[in-house]
């Protein structure tokens, strides 16, 4: 049967096996085409399955972070005939990540000096996240020519990620001066009117690998990768915003697990 045939599986906050699995199986990548954009669409009006999704990739990004490679993450998400179990083990790869950052930031091994592209990634959130009118120069109707016009202008080719599992949807973007030349801010925005900011711009310098800059309720976790430096930006809860930011540096083809490793 069908997911179509079976518009009752993720209603409510997922309690059965089957909403579960189903769940689980969006983080693995096991769903159809058709079946992953139903529930992508699901998670944006259901905060508790959103949550839920949230704390499985938690989990997973963990599991990569405490075991090093060639080592593959056990069959936490492949085992189907025990999903109750994972609700558990969820909060326990909570914890272990939280404990991993805490205990990374007392030690001042997440980076002692904060680049200037994060204290411009701070600041452009700051004028543009409250912008009612023109938060961006260019919306989301028009991605590829945004992604189009900022790749030419950084040199660099450029690829907006989806934070639509958190329940984020692309506003737009636009072009910012950067501290050596041209930076990019794409902005992302959810059903509450909260805003997030990612800050892209070319990074040369290899050694740096993760911070955060607080200020005032807002938090930008920075990062570099591949000669380019990175920033997500926005306010609320730190553990979830370093959450979103892992997801979107391996989407954009870094390696998140190396910040806890």
């Not at 972070?65 to 993450?73: G, I, N, Q, S």
């Not at 800050?199 to 955060?212: D, I, P, Q, W």
């Not at 920075?222 to 990175?230: P, Q």
């Amino acid at each position: 049967m069908s997911m179509n045939d079976r518009p009752d599986r993720i209603k409510t906050v997922p309690e059965s096996g089957d909403q579960l699995r189903l769940l689980s199986a969006l983080v693995d990548g096991e769903l159809s085409d058709s079946e992953r954009a139903e529930v992508e669409a699901r998670l944006v009006s259901d905060p508790a399955a959103a949550c839920r999704v949230t704390h499985y990739r938690a989990q997973k990004a963990a599991l990569q972070a405490l075991f090093p490679k060639p080592v593959t993450v056990p069959s936490l998400f492949v085992q189907r005939r025990t999903p109750w179990w994972r609700v558990g083990l969820a909060a326990v790869a909570c914890l272990l990540v939280g404990a991993a950052f805490g205990l990374l930031l007392g030690q001042g091994r997440l980076g002692a000096e904060q680049p200037a592209f994060a204290q411009r990634a701070d600041m452009a959130y700051v004028v543009y996240a409250p912008e009612a009118r023109h938060p961006v120069e260019v919306g989301a109707a028009d991605e590829a020519q945004l992604v189009a016009w900022l790749s030419r202008r950084l040199e660099r080719p450029l690829s907006i990620p989806s934070l639509r599992e958190y329940g984020f949807g692309l506003v737009g973007g636009r072009l910012l001066p950067g501290d050596a030349g041209p930076a990019a801010q794409f902005m992302y925005q959810n059903d509450g009117g909260e805003r997030l900011t990612l800050y892209v711009t070319v990074f040369a310098k290899r050694e740096l690998s993760f911070g955060t800059v607080r200020r005032d309720g807002r938090h930008t976790i920075y990062w570099a990768s591949r000669g380019m430096g990175y920033a997500l930006s926005g306010r609320g809860d730190e553990a979830r915003l370093r959450m979103i930011a892992a997801d979107t540096c391996n989407a954009l083809g870094g390696h998140a697990e190396a910040w806890v490793g």
